[in-house]
């Protein structure tokens, strides 16, 4: 692959709600064991998005449903529904607002309990239109309870949409959490400690190019983490812009990775030590011959290395024309729409899966449809590759036209017992959304005692189409 690299980013400014795997190779600055157990009771949780939910009347004001993950995994009564009209969360819920634009946790506090962090890229701040905002609510023994908006560099913008994204880590290798929050055109970087009034210890504006979707592992090795930049179509590349930034010179770098790619996840596949990025690129969004993407849409596996992903060894691209893949490529699949890593089966290698949300089951178009592909000492493999839909054994419903089962997907161990399972968004279920949950044995993903839970089951309205399940939290 080849790389381009170039100095990167000035820092241009200094600066109670209700009670509501096998990670990247990176270096984790909290203290909770998990960065997803918002109640530490030793289970990793989910959080899952509905940006689109009416709350309170106002459209797209925007929603985030947890489900705290148990010894029997997922249900419908053990969540909370959280909105900005909830006690204790910061702000109101307005119309367009897209509270849940960005998720990621982590323990901010370092407090023993993850805490959740909510993008609004749509909030209205002050006289600034769609400047956007970062909600933190903080994790207890109850769940979460209480939260801040986290205080901003003070330089703000009409049209920032800050909080498009976020993700967490340790970016800098000195041991304290740190955010990231992309904006259009910028990024905030928000440096720990966290207080609980949403202020950090060090935060900063960087000037960078838009960052649609963001994804965190220590991809050289060298015990702190790279982030990973996907900044979404553009003229000059259809593909999408991939970059990654690094601190490993003592400030904040840029290399620009000619590749191509929308979704992103981080995870060592080949258990060598180096982080290993997976780039989603669907096939929804025009332009795919022009830009060289396999007709319905494709992933490429970029191999971590002291020197930066995709330096010392081939990247792989692989779609469903790729022999051993299930399915076959079809024109508007969306084939990498999304993506996530964790391990299945124990052995150490991190294993991907792949959401097709758009691709047709039957006669049924949209219906969706997940891969999961496994890691190994050579690298991604399609050797006993499997694919699930609704139509597939045990699964609940049935594929039906614009469910999008795949809309998002997210390997964790929910339940404990030391291997990943699989919970899928399907945001267009019953035009509302739902989460799909297949549990992970020592053989794999299963079908056999999955669950679906929809919008209207977990609590949100079914007003307006909230899309549940259009994304899932980032975990650090």
């Known amino acids: 692959m080849r790389l381009r690299t170039t100095a990167a980013l000035a820092a241009l400014v200094a600066a109670g709600l209700t009670p509501l795997t096998l990670p990247s190779a990176h270096a984790s600055a909290a203290t909770a064991k998990y960065g997803d157990d918002f109640n530490g009771d030793g289970y990793r949780d ?62 901010l506090d370092g407090d023993g309990y993850a805490d959740l962090l909510i993008g609004s890229e749509y909030e209205d701040v002050g006289s600034y239109q769609d400047a956007g905002s970062v909600t933190v609510l903080w994790g207890s023994a109850s769940g979460l309870q209480g939260g801040a908006t986290l205080a901003p560099p003070t330089t703000r913008f009409d049209k920032d949409r800050a909080g498009m994204a976020v993700a967490t880590g340790d970016f800098d290798g000195d041991g304290l959490v740190e955010v990231m929050a992309s904006g259009n055109g910028d990024m905030w970087h928000m440096e720990g400690p966290f207080a609980r009034s949403g202020t950090a210890g060090h935060t900063e504006y960087l000037s960078s190019g838009t960052a649609r979707n963001l994804a965190v592992g220590d991809i050289t090795g060298n015990g702190s983490d790279e982030l990973v930049e996907l900044g979404g179509m553009a003229e000059d590349d259809l593909g999408g812009y991939v970059t990654v930034m690094s601190w490993d010179s003592g400030k904040p770098v840029e290399t620009e990775v000619v590749a191509d ?5 981080v995870g060592d596949i080949d258990a060598d030590g180096y982080a290993d990025v997976v780039l989603g690129r669907g096939d929804k969004h025009g332009g795919e011959a022009e830009a060289g993407i396999a007709q319905g849409g494709q992933i490429t596996v970029l ?11 081939p990247a792989r691209t692989l779609s469903q024309a790729s022999s051993g893949v299930p399915g ?54 399609t050797t006993d590759a499997t ?17 999008r089962f795949g809309s998002a997907v997210q390997l964790a161990d929910l339940n404990g017992n030391g291997v990943a399972d699989l919970s899928v968004g399907v945001d267009g279920e019953n035009e509302t959304g739902g989460i799909w949950y297949l549990r992970g044995t020592s053989t794999g993903i299963t079908g056999t005692n999955s669950i679906g839970l929809t919008a209207t089951s977990l609590g949100l309205t079914d007003a307006g189409s909230p899309a549940l399940g259009k994304d899932f939290s980032q975990s650090q």
């Open 46 to 107: 989910l959080a899952t998005a509905a940006p689109d939910a009416t709350v309170g009347g106002e459209f797209a004001a925007g929603a985030v449903v947890v489900t705290y993950g148990s010894s029997s995994g997922l249900s419908a009564t053990n969540r909370t529904v959280i909105s900005q009209n909830s006690a204790s969360v910061p702000g109101a819920a307005e119309e367009g607002d897209s509270f849940g634009s960005g998720l990621a946790s982590t323990d």
């Open 261 to 265: 790619g929308l979704t992103g996840a």
């Open 303 to 313: 191999y971590g290395s002291p020197s930066g992903p995709g330096t010392t060894r």
């Open 328 to 381: 076959t490529a079809e024109t508007w699949d969306d084939f990498g729409d999304a993506v996530s890593m964790g391990d299945l089966n124990a052995d150490g290698y991190a294993d991907v899966a792949v959401g097709a949300p758009d691709e047709a089951i039957g006669d049924q178009s949209q219906a969706g449809a997940v891969t999961v592909l496994l890691g190994s000492d050579a690298g991604l493999t």
């Open 387 to 403: 694919s699930f839909t609704q139509d597939s054994s045990g699964v609940p419903g049935a594929a039906e036209n614009l469910d």
